[in-house]
Nanobody, 121 residues
Framework: VQLQASGGGLVQAGGSLRLSCAAS????????MGWFRQAPGKEREFAAA????????IYADSVKGRFTISRDNAKNTVYLQMNSLKPEDTADYYC???????????????WGQGTQVTVSS
């Protein structure tokens, strides 16, 4: 499966963005989906993940209550709604497709390119 992330940009602190990850090559419902992020000079970290049919979701503590992951299998797209953004949310955001709802990278077999999010103070 090929993944294409989009929706990043520059936003002021307190603002919102919605990231999208479009899949092609295979039906999205075959995969658990996750969002990870990598801030400048830091390692990539988990942000959110969603089960194959949207019933199960998990979040990093740093984004819980502010970010919402969702999916539309009919459109082969996963979303990350990001509200109340903070400067520390500044990062490249990556979507990934895998086998297990997990906070680690290993279960995710396919990765999209990053989309950059910059939050100004």
């Amino acid at each position: 499966v090929q993944l294409q992330a989009s929706g990043g940009g520059l936003v002021q602190a307190g603002g919102s963005l919605r990231l999208s990850c479009a899949a092609s090559g295979r039906t999205l419902s075959s995969y658990v989906m996750g969002w990870f992020r990598q801030a400048p000079g830091k390692e990539r970290e988990f942000a959110a993940a969603i089960g194959r049919f949207g019933i199960t979701t998990i979040y990093a503590d740093s984004v819980k209550g502010r970010f919402t992951i969702s999916r539309d299998n009919a459109k082969n797209t996963v979303y990350l709604q990001m509200n109340s953004l903070k400067p520390e949310d500044t990062a490249d955001y990556y979507c990934a497709a895998g086998r297990l709802v997990a906070r680690t990278e290993r279960p995710y077999d396919f990765w999209g390119q990053g989309t950059q999010v910059t939050v100004s103070s």
